[in-house]
Nanobody, 117 residues
């Protein structure tokens, strides 16, 4: 089993920035894919950003140019840098990791991001 601990959420004004972190309890060097999802009240969980082992990234159209997913293998941590935040970015954000030779899908506990003036 792998534990994921998220941090970095909070309340920010429109136009502000936040960086979310997702620390894994094991090395992410051999990770297959990682992603950040979000879920707003009354909505389904949606993919925000994804990063594969090849280094390819994929972003939701609504966050392209504003959000960046990255990783730090030495810290076993995945990040989501969020700039120019908008009220519609308000949601609970979850990280997701998948490893080679491991059928499980690992999720963080979620961190609340609220964008409001």
């Amino acid at each position: 089993q792998v534990q994921l601990v998220e941090s970095g959420g909070g309340l920010v004004q429109p136009g502000g920035s936040l960086r979310l972190s997702c620390a894994a309890s094991r090395s992410i060097f051999s990770i297959k894919a990682m992603g950040w999802y979000r879920q707003a009240p009354g909505n389904e969980r949606e993919l925000v950003a994804a990063l594969t082992y090849t280094g390819n990234t994929n972003y939701a159209d609504s966050v392209k140019g504003r959000f960046t997913i990255s990783r730090d293998n030495a810290k076993s941590t995945v990040y989501l840098q969020m700039n120019n935040l908008k009220p519609e970015d308000t949601a609970v954000y979850y990280c997701n990791l998948r490893f080679w030779s491991d059928p499980n899908d690992y999720w963080g506990q979620g961190t609340q991001v609220t964008v409001s003036s």
